[in-house]
């Protein structure tokens, strides 16, 4: 699976976007970007995933660049709950191995 | 739904202490992963069951760790004996996926807080 590169940390403010930035300059065509996030104490939560397209849903918005090597990741309306380490990570279209990185850890601040 | 229930949430021991962790998934999940996680760092996939079968243990340090899924429900993730840097969040995931080596969304639980001194 290709590698991702990511900030090791922001700061939004809230109310506004959060915009978080992966670079994955290896991707090969049948792997998807994936985003995953993890508040103090939990779990890793499942937010998006894409191959070519961009995508949406109730949490967030994925833009992947149209020669895929790198993608954003944006929160519409951060809020204080927002506050979390986001991890981006490509997968194989075959195989459920989740690699995690270090992420980038989100400060959403009042 | 229910979610991933993992027990206990905290476990200190001393090293060379033996220490077990039990995880049950999401209700017909057929595929149950363990994670590990050291602070700072991103989770490391241990080991992958599908329904009571092992799919990958290629991270698993087996002279130490141990995992079954008997009946291809719950699981427990043993650590025999525990060393100091084995001090981790043991995280135990779920997925929906019928066959091996499909991409499908992983559900995570909280996590067990181990402490060895």
């Known amino acids: 699976d290709a590698k991702t590169t990511q900030p090791t940390s922001m700061d939004c403010a809230e109310g506004r976007a959060a915009n978080l930035p992966c670079n994955h300059s290896?991707?090969?065509?049948?792997?998807?970007v994936y985003w995953y996030r993890q508040i103090h104490s939990q779990g890793p939560q499942y937010i998006i995933h894409?191959?070519?397209n961009n995508e949406t849903n109730e949490m967030a918005s994925l833009i992947i660049t149209e020669d895929r090597k790198s993608s954003t990741l944006i929160l519409p309306h951060a809020t204080l709950r927002d506050t979390a380490v986001y991890y981006c990570?490509?997968?194989?279209?075959?195989?459920?191995?989740?690699?995690f990185g270090a992420g980038t850890i989100l400060r959403v601040k009042s | 739904e229910a979610g991933v229930a993992q027990s206990p949430r905290y476990k200190i021991i001393e090293k060379r202490q033996s220490v077990a962790f039990w995880c049950n998934p999401i209700?017909?999940?057929?595929?149950l992963y363990w994670y590990q996680q050291i602070l700072g760092q991103g989770p490391k996939l241990l080991i992958q069951?599908?329904?009571?079968?092992?799919?990958?243990d290629s991270q698993l340090p087996k002279d130490r760790f141990s995992a079954e899924r008997l009946k291809g429900v719950d699981s427990t993730l043993k650590i025999q004996p525990a060393k100091l840097e084995d001090s981790a969040v043991y995280l135990c995931?779920?997925?929906?996926?019928?066959?091996?080596?499909?991409?499908?969304?992983?559900?995570f639980g909280p996590g067990t807080r181990l402490t060895v001194l």
């Open positions: 995931a779920s997925s929906l996926v019928l066959v091996a080596y499909s991409t499908d969304t992983q559900y």
């Open positions: 290896t991707i090969s065509g049948n792997e998807y």
């Open positions: 894409g191959l070519k």
């Open positions: 990570i490509v997968r194989g279209e075959y195989g459920n191995k989740l690699v």
């Open positions: 209700s017909g999940h057929a595929t």
């Open positions: 069951f599908q329904n009571n079968g092992v799919v990958d």
